[in-house]
């Protein structure tokens, strides 16, 4: 099989191809033949060595990569032999074994899937299912007027797919509108340009970039407007105070804390997003690498130059 190592914290040259004997799958588990690895912002704060939130570090070495689908080509003990050859997806957990032809997982923690679109499937297991999570907090209603600052994103772009949906109105921004030449949206605005968000009137602001973006964002809500923040790939998320929310009359939440704390409630999500996949509700869109080029896709994600959601092919 091939893999990505890394064994030391740093830029994206730390992330090393190898190759290594094929996984054996252990009691109640299959082995998947990778198809499709999801690749997230995060994992390069991981690789660097920063932690985002409350969760640790991984330990070194290790396989980056959360989230993969393919097809499962062998199975361990208690495992009912009709799993092979079906094509599924799972989440594997914090920097778990993603980038690589072969993962191993726990037969209760996949989903099967009806078609092998792997790619996509890869970005509904868990960019869609922290979609839906935000638009449950949001609770979007066809008189909307929805800012995404984070529109050319994978998970902004599942966000402005569901608020037309709704009914809502969108408000797309990045950083660059070329960025947003393919992403449907009422109107698209270049965050990196000032006073970008003069003149906007959103009612609801669903903000991943946190930072002075976010900052100028929140400004631009009008009375009663709602503000759910679920990132910052600025580094810092956006800043508000008592004032803010009182002169203004805002609701605000944040994302996190109400999906890890609830049992059971991620996978009710990761079901409820491959469906509206498979419903035709949600078009995911998706950038390839192929899985030998991980340091090159970490390069672009950091530079931003990637559009929709990066995925790696082994």
């Known amino acids: 099989m091939h893999l990505i190592r890394q064994y030391e914290f740093g830029g994206p040259e730390t992330l090393v191809v190898e190759t290594a004997d094929d996984l054996t799958p252990g009691e109640g588990q299959v082995r998947i ?3 499709a690895a999801g690749v997230h912002l995060i994992d390069t704060y991981i690789r660097r060595g920063e932690r985002m939130g ?4 991984p330990e ?7 989230e993969v689908a393919g097809t499962v080509d062998a199975v361990g003990p208690g495992v009912p032999a009709e799993w092979i ?6 989440h594997l957990g914090q920097a778990n074994g993603g980038y690589a032809s072969q993962a191993v997982a726990n037969v209760a923690d996949l989903f099967r899937l009806s078609h092998d679109r792997f790619d996509e499937a890869v970005v509904m297991v868990g960019t869609g299912r922290t979609a839906l999570g935000v638009l449950e907090v949001a609770d979007l209603t066809a008189g909307d007027v929805v800012l995404v600052t984070s529109a050319a994103g994978g998970l902004g772009i599942l966000l402005g797919q569901a608020a037309h949906h709704a009914g809502a109105s969108v408000i797309a921004a990045a950083g660059g509108v070329h960025k947003l030449a393919n992403i449907d949206a009422e109107v698209k605005v270049d965050y990196r340009e000032p006073g970008w ?5 959103p009612t609801v602001v669903l903000d991943g970039v946190g930072g002075a973006v976010g900052r100028e964002a929140l400004e631009a809500l009008g009375v009663g407007g709602r503000l759910v923040i679920f990132g910052w790939s600025s580094g810092t998320p956006t800043e508000f105070t008592n004032t803010d929310v009182l002169r203004k009359g805002l609701s ?3 994302l996190g804390p109400r999906l890890i704390h609830r049992p059971g409630k991620l996978r009710e999500l990761a ?3 491959l469906a509206e996949h498979a419903a035709g509700r949600f078009a995911p869109v998706t950038q390839h690498f192929p899985l030998a080029e991980a340091a090159a896709c970490h390069r672009a994600i950091e530079m931003r130059a990637t559009v929709g959601k990066t995925v790696l092919i082994p």
């Open 33 to 35: 033949a990778v198809s």
């Open 197 to 201: 968000a003069s003149g906007l009137e």
């Open 85 to 90: 050859g079906a094509p599924v997806v799972v």
């Open 54 to 57: 409350a969760l640790p570090l």
């Open 60 to 66: 070194l070495p290790m396989t980056p990569g959360r």
């Open 271 to 273: 079901e409820q997003s």
């Open 252 to 254: 605000i939440a944040a």
